[in-house]
């Protein structure tokens, strides 16, 4: 058997304790180095910056004018390192950094993109950039700047540092530089911004739960698409969920994904418990636990109403047609009839009717009333 001998354990101890006092008293100095030290395993960066957000240390997504190469501790948060995104190797980083000190930072986002190498930085960097929000502090939405992608790619290296530096000095390169009109757009939605971060970064940090609407919903899970983040492998889902009422487009992020995947079947009934987005026209879903109420639950005894969407009129035959099909598909799913016609909408329960909202039964209605 092998142990350590006191003069070890006497080491270790003080060890432990000197990593226990860094954490209390430098707590963003010390998350901060423990995760630049294991910035290029996700399933560790991911745990860390939920200890992070346990310990009251917000952190922050990478930014062009503060991050370093690792993650920087700042006054009580986390700066994202830049070697932490996809695609942003360390020769774009040095560049980067390097001219940044020189500056004292970039003013603008046509300073920065001028004076960027162009051998180093190419399209899927700079949409790296834009997707991780390390350009925000240039004051263009996310969406705006990947709109223009074309036109800011060929501002790149227009004045890189290497160009002519006998002839004028990186502190008079600014006034020299003529900004385009870019077309602006509206930015893409929380739920957008989300699934971009996890592609870049392999974790959303825009998404922030406790800030939005928690609900929880019974739905029929329709499709369901894994993916998986090429910045660190993590793997996330898409998830599309139909109840009585309307169709619901989902997000799940990996942590909750490798808890629920089992359950995650199409045409599986749930309650499933996350923080809705809504715009003018759809909902969104980022599913999450909350209050240790698990995320995705498998529903035994609770019938979700088979929805039934007409946009045209039935006649005679295909009344009856249908008549006959709820009779031969008995169950435990009330039907809900949407009928949408020359303006006319209406939301129509049929009572003492319940169906089988099976694969075959959903064919069937398919063949019955066509599509819509």
């Not at 109840?243 to 909750?256: K, L, R, V």
Request: charged residues 25%; hydrophobic residues 35%.
């Amino acid at each position: 058997m092998f142990s350590f001998n006191k003069s070890h354990s006497t080491a270790y101890a003080y060890i432990t304790f000197q990593t226990a006092f860094l954490k209390t008293y430098f707590p963003c100095e010390f998350m901060s180095s423990l995760m630049s030290s294991e910035i290029n395993l996700s399933e560790k960066i991911v745990s860390n910056i939920r200890e992070c957000k346990e310990m009251g240390i917000e952190v922050l997504p990478p930014n062009i004018n503060e991050s370093g190469s690792g993650f920087t501790p700042l006054k009580a948060s986390i700066r994202f390192g830049l070697n932490a995104i996809k695609n942003i190797g360390t020769n774009i980083v040095n560049n980067i950094i390097e001219i940044r000190n020189e500056l004292g930072g970039f003013s603008n986002l046509f300073q920065f993109l001028s004076l960027m190498d162009s051998r180093k930085m190419n399209k899927k960097s700079l949409e790296s950039l834009i997707m991780s929000g390390a350009l925000d502090c240039f004051n263009h939405s996310r969406s705006t700047l990947f709109d223009n992608l074309d036109v800011l790619l060929s501002y790149v290296g227009q004045r890189s540092k290497s160009n002519d530096t006998n002839q004028e000095t990186l502190f008079s390169i600014e006034e020299t530089i003529t900004e385009p009109n870019i077309i602006v757009k509206e930015e893409w939605s929380d739920f957008d911004i989300s699934k971009n971060e996890i592609e870049t970064l392999g974790y959303s940090i825009k998404l922030k739960p406790l800030d939005k609407k928690i609900v929880t919903l019974a739905a029929f899970i329709t499709s369901i698409e894994i993916k998986t983040s090429k910045r660190n492998s993590s793997k996330y889902a898409l998830i599309n969920l139909e109840d009585s009422t309307n169709i619901m487009e989902a997000i799940i992020f990996s942590g909750e994904l490798e808890r629920h995947e089992s359950k995650l079947q199409v045409g599986a009934p749930i309650l499933i418990t996350g923080s809705v987005e809504r715009d003018d026209e759809s909902f969104k879903l980022i599913i999450n636990s909350y209050n240790e109420v698990d995320s995705v639950r498998l529903i035994s005894d609770i019938s979700i109403p088979v929805a039934i969407k007409l946009e045209k009129d039935l006649n005679n035959k295909e009344t009856e047609n249908l008549k006959n099909l709820f009779a031969k598909f008995p169950g435990t799913s009330p039907i809900e009839i949407f009928y949408t016609y020359n303006g006319l909408k209406a939301n129509i329960s049929i009572n003492g009717i319940t169906v089988d909202n099976s694969e075959e039964f959903q064919e069937e209605l398919l063949e019955t009333i066509g599509p819509n």
